[in-house]
């Protein structure tokens, strides 16, 4: 009797397991065609997207330091201490276009650098595609593998791809289940022209090059009139005609020469059969078996040495890394990869009770999620944003730009840079509550460097105290503001918001070290400029003296548009929150008591939240009429997620006009802008409304398609702004973590935003501030049972419903409630 119920235990441990693994793929029943088909794979420094082809095998590169430009690429002196009072004046006296112009004209500097493609790998195999069968390519997130299968001519094939961390590589095995049988060339290209491809021997093929110099802003109009397509080989074709992805704006002036030089080493390893030199690759003939070890590198030292003729050597550094993995067989390369891998991604387990559609292909159930009401589909996309997470940002890597780390364009949309008005701020939402602290290490690093820059333009810029940013960098860490207009580029409060990641951190992992040594330098400085920064206005109120929101722009009382005005919401919630964080933090570390007193001075002459006349949160000082009642950016509502300023207990009537808000601008959004109104209706208990916004999130979209388009998700999962932008896939992610838990009024709430839809679930794993994971089941709509597992010995409120009571929690010792504990 024993034996049986362990016989039965285990069947149905194997098919629960089997069940969830079958959950976690995203697979399809043919090659990837578009670029948002391919599957992506990463080891938070390099890229590929796998397009899975057969016959004729695609990877597109990515290394995430490869950008153009180097460090005086985007410097332009710009100095606004002798204009400033002219524009307040301006503003003053209401003239906002005058004062808009002005900025625009006068305060900008030079575009920011492009992230680059790294290049291109292609396998070309033998045989007739007409006759393969039993395809199919799949993406395994719970093991980070991605894989193609087919039947050609009876023999069954397989490619595993994996991005190793613990090796630093990209590693492809090919095999067939007949020996002799695999047969392909392997060839690398660029659309960097100065590409080239070199093989030292049978078993290694080198591709290198070099990346665009210094870059100036031109419209492709201006470089056909003055017939210079030549000097742009990677947008034009050599008869002057455009290639298929040139776009309107063109980034690509060399002026100073060539920038970072870049190779990638291929390591062919073969198991029978035969490998020679082809003119441009290799030949892999008759093997039974073959593993491909690339490593990529670039020469970037650092975002203040040129890279040109002070970087490091690629190639040395891919040759290491090949030599270290010389003993190591794919399967010991393999079994590293999973185990770094799965000690990040199994710390969090999401299940939704629902049917099982898995076996449709991923493309099929997000066109049919709607009818389905597909919940797996919920968990997978929640499950993606960690994946994409741990793929992308590992430590001592760059952080994640707008695509993440995988871009295959010469002109990227927004350059694929840094934008630190929301986008790169909500790609890291996820990193502390769904349990990836680790991962959040590349934005702190990019955070002290970009205050190195930072400094030094306060001062010149402005004559300020501390250091400041504005709404764009990239890898150099440029620190003024970026060219275009002022509502998108005049924006000195970036440093705040960058910050309060750190201070999240902080909240979240209890490390005294790390706020002493990491947050409170950085925090100090955004506050320092910030003291300075702000003016008194005639009601003597403190106010930013100079102001944007975002992106968003109000009508004058003449009916005119102008985007340039004072003391705007966001810009008095991010000083707000830095001027209580800093005081907050210096109280805690006993230092610098006259600062502090100046910070708690101003904080009380701070400009309030204003209310307006349809019940609103104030976007400006003033309740100007909007021309896009429905705009895509909502960022006056900062201090109410992602900051903690505004909730319903401390200040209900506030939380009342953000509701009306959130009313005002609607539900439909690109891709990204819902990923921020899942996490504000989520914050204001509406599970249903954020679950609304989820199922317009779960909208197909397909590139060049009339019939699917709009915001919502690619084929293969990727967030479509359009065009694909990462930020939503975290944006989401962060948003479910918040329907099922949150810790940010000093309390722990469980299930704060459940909607009806997900009537039975658990999720395992989640973190709250204070350092304490928590577990969930839930069932029919209610709390079954909780686990909450602390680090340290705490006492902590847990809310649930309503209901609080107080708990003790002994370090790393769970406790457990049940739905009758409240």
Same mark, same amino acid.
């Given at each position: ?32 065609? %578009? ?23 695609? #990877? ?9 430009? $180097?460090?005086?690429?985007?410097? %332009? ?28 004209? *006068? ?32 993406? =395994?997130?719970? *093991? ?22 613990? &090796? ?8 067939? &289940? ?17 590409? /080239? ?9 080198? @591709? ?92 970037? *030292? ?43 991604? =199994? ?8 049917? =099982?559609? /898995? ?10 999620? !709607?009818?389905?009401?597909? @919940? ?71 955070? %002290? ?9 306060? $001062? ?37 918001? #960058?910050? /309060? ?69 966001? =810009? ?19 230092? &610098? ?16 939240? %204003? ?16 021309? $896009? ?43 990204? /802008? ?26 197909? +979209? ?31 992610? !962060? ?9 940010? $009024? ?39 049972? !909780? ?10 409120? +847990? ?24």
């Amino acid at each position: 009797m024993i034996k049986f119920v362990f016989i039965l235990f285990f069947l149905l441990t194997t098919i629960f397991v089997a069940g969830q693994s079958a959950l976690l793929k995203l697979w399809y029943e043919e090659p990837a065609e %578009k670029w948002t088909e391919a599957l992506p794979v990463g080891n938070g420094r390099q890229g590929a997207m796998i397009f899975g082809d057969p016959l004729n095998e695609h #990877l597109q590169l990515n290394e995430n330091t490869l950008y153009s430009g $180097e460090p005086s690429s985007t410097f %332009k002196n710009v100095n606004i201490q002798h204009d400033l009072p002219l524009v307040v004046k301006m503003l003053e006296e209401e003239k906002y276009v005058e004062a808009d112009k002005y900025v625009t004209d *006068n305060w900008l500097g030079r575009l920011h650098q492009c992230y680059q493609p790294f290049g291109n790998l292609y396998l070309n195999f033998e045989g007739d595609k007409n006759k393969v069968t039993g395809f199919r390519r799949a993406l =395994d997130i719970e *093991n980070s593998i991605s894989t193609v299968s087919f039947n050609l001519n009876g023999i069954k094939f397989t490619r595993e791809v994996f991005a190793s961390f613990p &090796d630093q590589l990209i590693v492809m095995r090919i095999s067939a &289940d007949k020996n002799a049988s695999v047969s392909f060339t392997m060839n690398f290209n660029s659309v960097h022209p100065s590409g /080239s491809t070199e093989t030292p021997s049978n078993q290694i093929l080198i @591709f290198k090059g070099q990346a665009p110099g210094f870059l100036l802003r031109r419209t492709l109009e201006q470089v056909e009139q003055k017939n210079d397509q030549h000097k742009y080989p990677e947008i034009y074709n050599t008869d002057g005609s455009r290639k298929s992805f040139a776009k309107q704006v063109l980034y690509g002036d060399e002026v100073d020469g060539k920038g970072m030089f870049f190779e990638a080493q291929a390591e062919v390893r073969n198991v029978g059969g035969l490998v020679s030199k082809t003119e441009n690759g290799l030949q892999i003939s008759n093997a039974d078996e073959v593993v491909i070890l690339l490593s990529m590198a670039t020469s970037f *030292n650092g975002f203040d040495k040129n890279p040109s003729h002070e970087g490091k050597n690629p190639a040395e550094i891919n040759r290491k890394i090949l030599e270290k993995a010389k003993t190591k067989t794919f399967e010991e390369l393999k079994k590293a990869h999973i185990t770094d891998y799965k000690n990040l991604f =199994d710390r969090v387990k999401f299940e939704l009770k629902s049917n =099982d559609f /898995s076996k449709l292909t991923t493309s099929e159930r997000l066109k049919n999620y !709607a009818v389905n009401n597909d @919940f797996n589909l919920n968990t997978l996309l929640f499950q993606y944003g960690r994946y994409l997470m741990i793929s992308g940002s590992r430590p001592g890597g760059q952080p994640l730009n707008l695509q993440g780390i995988w871009n295959a364009e010469v002109i990227p949309p927004w350059n694929s840079g840094y934008t630190i008005n929301i986008n790169t701020e909500m790609n890291y939402w996820p990193a502390e509550v769904t349990n990836l602290s680790e991962c959040h290490e590349p934005l702190f690093r990019l955070i %002290k460097e970009s205050a190195v820059n930072g400094t030094k333009t306060a $001062e010149k810029m402005y004559g300020n105290r501390g250091w400041v940013a504005h709404h764009n960098l990239d890898i150099w860490r440029q620190t003024y503001p970026v060219d275009n207009q002022a509502r998108f580029s005049f924006w000195p409060m970036a440093q705040g918001w #960058l910050v /309060s990641h750190l201070w999240e951190h902080y909240l979240f992992t209890d490390d005294v070290a790390f706020l002493k040594n990491e947050l409170y330098p950085v925090l100090k400085g955004a506050a320092a400029f910030y003291a300075d920064w702000l003016v008194e206005n005639k009601e003597g109120f403190l106010l930013t003296p100079v102001s944007t929101t975002p992106e968003n722009a109000f009508y004058t009382s003449d009916k005119q548009t102008a985007t340039v005005s004072q003391g705007t919401t966001m =810009d008095m919630a991010i000083v707000k929150e830095t001027f209580e964080r800093t005081i907050l933090a210096s109280e805690k570390l006993g230092v &610098d008591e006259d600062f502090r007193a100046e910070l708690k001075t101003k904080q009380a002459k701070l400009l309030p939240y %204003k209310i307006g006349a349809k019940g609103q949160l104030q976007e400006w000082s003033v309740d100007f009429e909007e021309p $896009e009642p429905q705009h895509r950016h909502l960022s006056h509502l900062y201090g109410f997620h992602p900051g903690d300023q505004i909730t319903h207990e401390k200040t209900p009537e506030l939380f009342e006009a953000v509701r009306k808000t959130l009313e005002l601008r609607g539900d439909a959004a690109t891709g990204w /802008s819902m990923g921020w109104k899942i996490n504000f209706w989520a914050r204001m208990y509406d599970g249903d409304h954020a679950m609304k916004i989820i199922k317009n999130l779960f909208n197909y +979209v397909e590139e060049g398609s009339t019939q699917y388009t709009g915001g919502g998700l690619y084929p293969n999962l990727f967030d479509a702004h359009p065009p694909f932008q990462i930020d939503g896939n975290f944006g989401y992610t !962060a948003g479910v973590a918040e329907m099922l838990l949150q810790s940010h $009024e000093g309390k722990i709430s469980l299930l704060p935003a459940l909607p009806s839809d997900w009537k039975s679930g658990k999720i395992k794993g989640l973190k709250a501030r204070g350092n304490i994971e928590v577990s969930l089941v839930w069932k029919e709509g209610k709390l079954d049972s !909780a686990k909450l597992i602390a680090q340290n010995n705490k006492t902590v409120l +847990v809310e649930y419903f309503g209901k609080t009571i107080e708990l003790r929690l002994k370090s790393n010792k769970p406790l457990f409630l049940k739905h009758n504990s409240f």
